[in-house]
């Protein structure tokens, strides 16, 4: 007796054996290890500071760590995971938790001690002030005996 094959019901099978070996390894404490995965963030310089964004949904503020050192800042947290689902069978599980890292080399010295972070709907914020000493400087140009100020000639 002869069957016809059917690519896309292999894939479907083999898909669904992939989902639940790894369902099985997500819920068998002995194997699971806390997943470590890093941060998304968007740095944005400007002429006076950096500004770094990072997503950090589901998260207590209280439960971040950032540090700044060695002109690298660092942004360490946990998302624990919950374990409510003790008898019964994931069929999907996307969300994720564990330990996270993520860190940040800067180009320019920043003053480390005027760094400030503020949090809102799962996004958290930092402002990093670049050192005086790195800040673009305006030079005034002197023409014969006048004084360029600003744009504008002033005589002596």
């Known amino acids: 007796m002869l069957t016809r094959w059917d690519p896309f019901q292999e894939m ?3 898909r669904r054996t992939v989902d639940r070996l790894f369902d099985n390894v997500s819920t068998d404490h002995e194997l699971a290890q806390p997943s470590l995965w890093g941060l998304a963030v968007d740095v ?6 950096f500004i770094i964004k990072a ?3 589901g998260i207590n503020p209280d439960d971040l760590d950032i540090s700044y050192a060695d002109d690298t800042l660092t942004i360490k947290g946990e998302i624990k995971s919950d374990n409510e689902v003790k008898e019964n069978q994931y069929h999907l599980r996307e969300r994720r938790y564990g330990s996270f ?3 940040i080399s800067l180009p320019t010295k920043i003053k480390g001690d005027a760094i400030e972070a503020s ?3 799962g996004v958290i ?4 002030p670049k050192a005086e000493e790195v800040k673009p400087k305006r030079i005034a140009i002197k023409v014969g005996d006048q004084k360029m100020i600003e744009g504008k000639i002033k005589n002596k």
């Open 119 to 121: 949090y809102q709907n």
């Open 101 to 103: 890292t993520r860190s």
């Open 12 to 14: 479907l099978n083999l």
């Open 55 to 57: 997503s950090v949904p």
């Open 125 to 128: 914020t930092l402002r990093l």
């Open 44 to 49: 944005v310089e400007n002429k006076d500071d």
